[in-house]
């Protein structure tokens, strides 16, 4: 017989009030499965939150989770810092509106439907200004991007992607798809077209085979490409800019603090792009473009100045 959908562990930040002090507010951070990465989000979490934190993991059923989360329902804690999109689903579908839910670590959020009065969450992409600087500190003379696409799904990525660009003297050269067939001849249409290559979290490109199409693209044509993940760049992708699970997890914690301390109302915040950042460089991809010292150098003082982490991959 399975176990049971809710497994409530250790405490990850144990109240330091005292005896006589008063009790901590108590966030239950829900788990959609047991990865390294979430254990980081708590842990940076943990040490920006005033609360005790628990930890809870869920079943991978959607109808035991929704379970597990009426149970929450009827305990009550001050917030639930749901992790991932099985327990971001099931908060928001099972909590009701008395407690806050703050979600993280979501691929493609939107398509998810995360809206009510409860909630509000840390999204995994940035609006793109990162992404174009990096760009630039790697290939400065570049002046058309491509970015594949479906617009039915990422028409409002293309926008700030442009209003992103436009002030760095740079043009969005849409390459837009409606599925997977037609990715190569979109891409063999492009050549010529475009001086570098953007991805962007997308429903219908968001796959491995299309990555490494994109891979294979720009390694031929000598592009850079700017990813989403280090292990795009380990794969071939010239660079990539992704959240820290750790920087995440700090940045979910100062929003709690807003939440539960200050209460204010979850609804009337805004999805939050990410602070912290991690750039990860492909240097055999790097020197692809041409002489890669200048290139390198730009991209560790573009690290410098926005104090993002560094992983480079040859």
Do not use: C, W
């Not at 750039?279 to 150098?297: C, I, M, Q, Y």
């Amino acid at each position: 017989m399975r176990r049971l959908a809710l497994a409530l562990l250790v405490a990850v930040l144990p109240s330091t009030a005292g005896a006589q002090g008063p009790a901590r507010p108590r966030v239950v951070a829900v788990k959609s499965a047991n990865l390294a990465p979430y254990a980081s989000v708590i842990a940076g979490f943990a040490a920006e939150a005033r609360a005790e934190v628990q930890e809870v993991m869920l079943d991978e059923s959607a109808g035991a989770a929704a379970r597990a989360f009426k149970k929450l329902a009827v305990q009550k804690p001050a917030l639930v810092l749901a992790l991932g999109p099985l327990a971001a689903n099931a908060a928001r579908r099972s909590l009701g509106e008395d407690v806050p839910v703050l979600f993280a670590m979501v691929p493609y959020y939107e398509k998810y439907g995360l809206e009510g009065p409860n909630v509000t969450g840390i999204s995994l992409t940035s609006d793109l200004g990162p992404e174009v600087e990096a760009l630039l500190a790697v290939a400065p003379r570049a002046k058309r991007v491509g970015i594949l696409h479906d617009p039915r799904f990422s028409a409002s990525t293309l926008a700030r992607a442009q209003a992103a660009a436009s002030p760095r003297g740079l043009t969005i050269v849409p390459l837009e798809v409606d599925s997977l067939a037609r990715v190569d001849k979109v891409l063999e249409g492009a050549a010529g077209r475009i001086d570098a290559l953007l991805m962007v979290a997308d429903k219908t490109v968001g796959n491995a085979a299309v990555v490494q199409s994109l891979i294979a693209f720009a390694a031929a044509r000598k592009l850079p490409l700017v990813a989403l993940t280090p292990s795009q760049v380990k794969e071939g992708a010239t660079l990539a800019l992704s959240p820290g699970p750790t920087a995440i997890g700090q940045q979910a914690g100062r929003l709690a603090n807003r939440i539960i301390h200050e209460k204010v109302d979850p609804g009337a915040l805004a999805v939050a792009q990410p602070e912290g950042m991690d750039l990860s460089l492909n240097l055999t991809a790097t020197r692809k473009l041409g002489p890669s010292s200048d290139a390198v150098l730009e991209l560790l003082r573009l690290a410098a100045r926005r104090d993002f982490a560094v992983k480079v991959y040859e």
